[in-house]
T-cell receptor
Framework: KAGVTQTPRYLIKTRGQQVTLSCSPISGHRSVSWYQQTPGQGLQFLFEYFSETQRNKGNFPGRFSGRQFSNSRSEMNVSTLELGDSALYLC??????????????FGSGTRLTVV | LAKTTQPISMDSYEGQEVNITCSHNNIATNDYITWYQQFPSQGPRFIIQ???TKVTNEVASLFIPADRKSSTLSLPRVSLSDTAVYYC????????????FGSGTRLQVQP
């Protein structure tokens, strides 16, 4: 079955612009999480959506936002881009209602470069 | 969520067995131990998960002692393609669905 699809794969934006990244989860997966990965901070949790509702949020400024659609596809938006927002943005999807701490499937990410 | 400590890097040669140990002294009773593998410019990939004793799958084995304060990921007969960063995570899925990644262990396999 198809994996987690993230688009675009690469993106170059200018400081002050805004950007929207897209994530299509595995069919049947209702939970979508977003992570930011940078060389300095490593992998950091941004937020998680389930059934179109944000269920969990990491420690990022309000410039970072997201949403989930009824088909479980998710988008994240970063407004007023800063140089420090340059990173690999990863999306992970998972089934709901399982007690074990695994089952997250990650996409290949979107590499965002802010110049 | 429990904090984990892993070696920053390890080196090995093709065909050797590699053991990566993770320390998690404050693991909670209902926490599981999960390992992910990440190649450059790709998302992490689930390798193995366990709660206690030993778990084995087609990729790796996970050894967890009785006190569960550490765990060891064992990769048998590594190849060049096993060069990656390996993350140890500790937690449980009780509503807090955020994965907390540490710095990971960068494994370099030489020919």
């Amino acid at each position: 079955k198809a994996g987690v699809t993230q688009t675009p794969r690469y993106l170059i934006k200018t400081r002050g612009q805004q950007v929207t990244l897209s994530c299509s989860p595995i069919s049947g997966h209702r939970s979508v999480s977003w992570y930011q990965q940078t060389p300095g901070q490593g992998l950091q949790f941004l937020f998680e959506y389930f059934s179109e509702t944000q269920r969990n949020k990491g420690n990022f400024p309000g410039r970072f936002s997201g949403r989930q659609f009824s088909n479980s596809r998710s988008e994240m938006n970063v407004s007023t881009l800063e140089l420090g927002d340059s990173a690999l943005y990863l999306c992970a999807s998972s089934l709901e209602a399982h007690r074990e701490y695994y089952g997250y499937t990650f996409g290949s990410g979107t590499r965002l470069t802010v110049v | 969520l429990a904090k984990t400590t892993q070696p920053i890097s390890m080196d090995s040669y093709e065909g050797q067995e590699v053991n990566i140990t993770c320390s998690h002294n404050n693991i909670a009773t209902n926490d599981y131990i999960t390992w992910y593998q990440q190649f450059p410019s790709q998302g992490p990939r689930f390798i193995i998960q366990g709660y206690k004793t030993k778990v084995t799958n087609e990729v790796a084995s996970l050894f967890i002692p009785a006190d569960r304060k550490s765990s060891t990921l064992s990769l048998p007969r590594v190849s060049l393609s096993d060069t990656a960063v390996y993350y140890c995570l500790v937690g449980n899925d009780t509503g807090r669905r955020a994965l907390t990644f540490g710095s990971g262990t960068r494994l370099q396999v030489q020919p």
